[in-house]
């Protein structure tokens, strides 16, 4: 495993996490977009300002549209 796959599960890992924390449903397209980032200086970036998240309304603003409740 590379950095830049490395640093892209990391990113899914972040996103995951804070997902699961706040009760709602991860967009698997979104997913999928970051499975596509090659650029490492962006995955970096994405890590950096992931790990400061603690909530959905903090997610929006770094991941807009990717939040929808989850039916409990």
Do not use: W
């Not at 999928?32 to 890590?47: G, M, N, V, Y």
Request: charged fraction near 35%.
């Amino acid at each position: 495993m590379n950095n830049i796959e490395a640093s892209s599960y990391a990113v899914q890992y972040i996103v995951k996490r804070i997902y699961e924390e706040n009760r709602v449903r991860l967009d698997r397209r979104y997913v999928e977009q970051i499975a596509t980032i090659t650029d490492l200086e962006t995955l970096s970036f994405l890590i950096e300002r992931l790990r400061k998240v603690r909530t959905i309304v903090e997610l929006e603003t770094i991941l807009p549209g990717r939040v929808r409740k989850r039916n409990i």
